[in-house]
């Protein structure tokens, strides 16, 4: 099970914390992402981490203004967004998988399990 939390409504240029914490056993490969979704369109990818190893990848769209981090003991992974634009906006979901391999780690359909989501809206 995952539990996303941290969205809400922010003036551009603002920042938000998002989390998510996952339950169960984890693996070397296992695997945390978010990805987000606006009406209409599909799920685009924004930013994952592997615990083992350590791999992190970001979407260029998040690339110089988020970072994602996460506490392994906690089993929870962190994405910090700076400098939000409206066109941030949109549900972020956190996803997990434990047998992750790094080619794929930006493949939404490679993920086998999914937070339930939070909006983030960047508005003035």
């Known amino acids: 099970q995952l539990q996303a939390s941290g969205g809400g409504l922010v003036q551009p240029g603002g920042s938000l914390r998002l989390s998510c914490a996952a339950s169960?056993?984890?693996?070397?490969?296992?695997?945390m992402g978010w990805f987000r979704q606006v009406p209409g369109k599909g799920r685009e990818f924004v930013a994952a981490t592997r615990w083992g190893g350590g791999s992190t990848i970001y979407a260029d769209s998040a690339k110089g203004r988020f970072t994602i981090s996460r506490d392994n003991a906690k089993k929870t992974v962190y994405l910090q967004m700076n400098s939000l634009k409206p066109e941030d906006t949109a549900v972020y979901y956190c996803a997990a998988d434990n047998t992750m391999i790094l080619s794929s780690m930006g493949i939404g359909s490679a993920y086998d399990y999914w937070g339930q989501g939070t909006q983030v809206t960047v508005s003035s």
């Open positions: 169960g056993q984890t693996s070397y490969r296992f695997t």
